[in-house]
């Protein structure tokens, strides 16, 4: 079982950037596709950037081109680099795992079957 852990949140002014992590412990980390997806109050929660265990990418059509999500399998811990962000960037951030040994990139929340506590990160306009 895998535990996940985000960091990295907090409160910015449009423009700016934030970097988000997530580390990862209790299973391998490298066999699983890692995803982020965001939540804000009386919204469902949704599909933000994902990366599968072998490198496969994609994006919301939301951040694409501003955000960018990597991975570090020798540091179990993965990474969403968010850039000039906007006040609807507003939300708190998950980051998710699943499913393993799979190339392909999965955008739907009941893809992944570990999640994290969630980061807030607030955009100021």
């Known amino acids: 079982q895998v535990q996940l852990a985000e960091s990295g949140g907090g409160l910015v002014q449009a423009g700016d950037s934030l970097k988000l992590s997530c580390a990862a412990s209790?299973?391998?980390?490298?066999?699983?596709?890692m995803g982020w997806f965001r939540q804000v109050p009386g919204k469902e929660r949704e599909f933000v950037a994902t990366i599968s265990n072998s490198g496969t990418i994609y994006y919301a059509d939301s951040v694409k081109g501003r955000f960018t999500i990597s991975r570090d399998n020798a540091k179990n811990t993965g990474y969403l680099q968010m850039n000039s962000l906007k006040p609807e960037d507003t939300a708190v951030y998950y980051c998710a795992a699943g499913p393993p040994y799979s190339s392909a990139a999965f955008s739907r929340v009941s893809q992944y079957a570990y999640w994290g506590q969630g980061t807030q990160v607030t955009v100021s306009s």
């Open positions: 209790g299973g391998t980390f490298s066999i699983y596709g």
